[in-house]
């Protein structure tokens, strides 16, 4: 392995900017738990932290939680903001990136048009901007204008499979109580949680050395694919969250591509509905696409923007539809119908509704002004989610100004455009382009490098 490069004017504009707004909106890349990720979401590259979170007034604005405070602490904010000019390397990553080849100067251009967008609500909140249309929001994070979820062919799906599997119903709201007896007789208790999650990581990494290993790069199949720690966490607004930490050395010096996967102890979920959850938070999800970008890193195949990767941007977009393909790819197929088992069907169906219901939340509220009260209604008759995922997606996660406009939608439309290349291009070309193996992209210029 190479040792840590020094990094340019360029990185270091990359790092402020990602870090500088990451700060702003509260939150902390190196936080123990994902609660505290709240845009920048790795820091691997093993170069000294940047000022944007080094600096003391930068320390102080986390402890305030930033703009996300009840009370947001504007004296803490200013003197944060004087200190580091955060808008200032936004601009400068739009600036510099003219000069570079396309590839890189169209995923940078991408991120400086995403940060510039968290930038504007961060003013819009503290009253020192303009509104932010959610048009502009959605249109940065997906790179798509905002559109309703059509759920009807999914639950169409989902009622064949389930009379099948002796759940019969005839309209949606006996499909309801359908899905609620399914789930309820698969309900994994909170307690085997980690012990499950250990096997199905196993299952998936063997998988893997089948179905994924052979279509991409030789220099990488021996990355570790699945280095993780299960963690229980309770009273979240999530339901699994991925820490990737990247940040254990060898005594060689090289990475040991760790991470740190916190599952929520109140989650109502199902065998198979988890079994999906774990394909795509682990291996061949969010583990293995962050495992393999780190590699690449160390071996000089990726610049350092694939160290510091940011929520609620175009390459989270095309990284959470990536991770929801993951139990396809793991097995080998690109249809929900060609998985070899009726119930895994039936979870990985449910699994997409839920990222349906997220984008739909995210519509209804920001796009419709609908009540939290009738949005939680409407995912869990139209999406067939549990009651604890409607709150949740109703409430803190649909309301949040950042992940409510820009983030709950990157998942369906992230999805979408995997599966796409997926049907049009075969394994070999797709699946090295999507993990990052040709350089690092985003769900706007992935299908260039296919």
């Known amino acids: 392995m190479n040792p840590v490069r020094q990094l340019t004017d360029l990185d270091r504009h990359v790092a402020d900017a990602t870090l500088g707004i990451d700060t702003l909106w509260g939150g902390d890349v190196m936080h ?9 979401d790795s820091w691997f590259s093993g170069a000294p932290l940047p000022v944007a979170y080094a600096h003391p007034t930068a320390v102080r604005l986390r402890q305030l939680k930033g703009i996300q405070a009840k009370a947001p602490d504007l004296k803490a904010i200013d003197e944060y903001l004087n200190a580091v000019d955060v808008q200032g390397a936004i601009r400068k990553i739009a600036g510099q990136a003219k000069r570079l080849p396309v590839q890189r100067r169209a995923y940078l251009k991408g991120l400086a048009d995403c940060l510039e967008v968290m930038w504007d609500l961060a003013m819009e909140i503290l009253g020192k901007g303009e509104p932010v249309s959610y048009e502009r929001c959605v249109r940065a994070s997906t790179g798509s204008d905002p559109q309703p979820s059509n759920p009807s062919a999914k639950l169409k799906k989902v009622g064949r499979l389930l009379d099948r599997a002796g759940y019969p119903s005839s309209g949606n709201a006996e499909l309801h109580a359908a899905v609620d007896a399914w789930r309820k007789d698969r309900m994994i208790p909170s307690c085997s949680m980690s012990a499950l999650s250990s096997a199905f990581v196993a299952e998936f990494d063997r998988l893997v050395q089948k179905n994924l290993l052979p279509h991409i790069p030789k220099a990488l199949h021996s990355v570790p694919r699945a280095n993780i720690r299960f963690s229980p966490i309770t009273g979240s607004y999530y339901s699994g969250s991925m820490n990737y930490i990247g940040r254990a050395r060898k005594e060689d010096g090289s990475p040991e591509y760790e991470a740190d996967f916190e599952i929520n102890s109140a989650l109502q979920i199902s065998v198979p509905e988890f079994q999906q959850l774990i394909s795509h938070e682990g291996v061949p999800g969010h583990v293995t696409t962050y495992a393999f970008l780190q590699n690449m890193f160390e071996r000089g195949k990726v610049f350092f923007e694939a160290t510091v990767l940011p929520m609620n941007t175009l390459g989270a977009t095309l990284f959470e539809g ?129």
């Not at 738990?33 to 920048?40: C, L």
């Not at 109703?394 to 599966?419: D, I, N, Q």
């Open 322 to 450: 990536l991770a929801n393909s993951a139990i396809l790819i793991a097995y080998g197929v690109t249809e929900i119908d060609q998985l070899p088992d009726r119930d895994l069907q039936i979870g990985a169906l449910l699994a997409l509704l839920q990222d349906d219901a997220k984008n739909q939340s995210s519509y209804l509220i920001w796009k419709k002004g609908a009540s939290q009260r009738e949005v939680a209604e409407i995912l869990r008759r139209d999406y067939l989610v549990s009651e604890e995922r409607a709150e949740k997606l109703s409430g803190v996660w649909g309301h949040h100004p950042l992940f409510g406009r820009m983030y709950l939608p990157c998942y369906r439309a992230g999805t979408e455009k995997t599966a796409e290349l997926r049907r049009k291009y075969s394994p070999e070309r797709v699946l090295p382009a999507l993990y990052g193996c040709r350089g690092l992209v985003d769900i706007n210029t992935v299908e260039s490098v296919i």
């Open 32 to 40: 123990h738990s994902g609660e505290g990720r709240i845009v920048a």
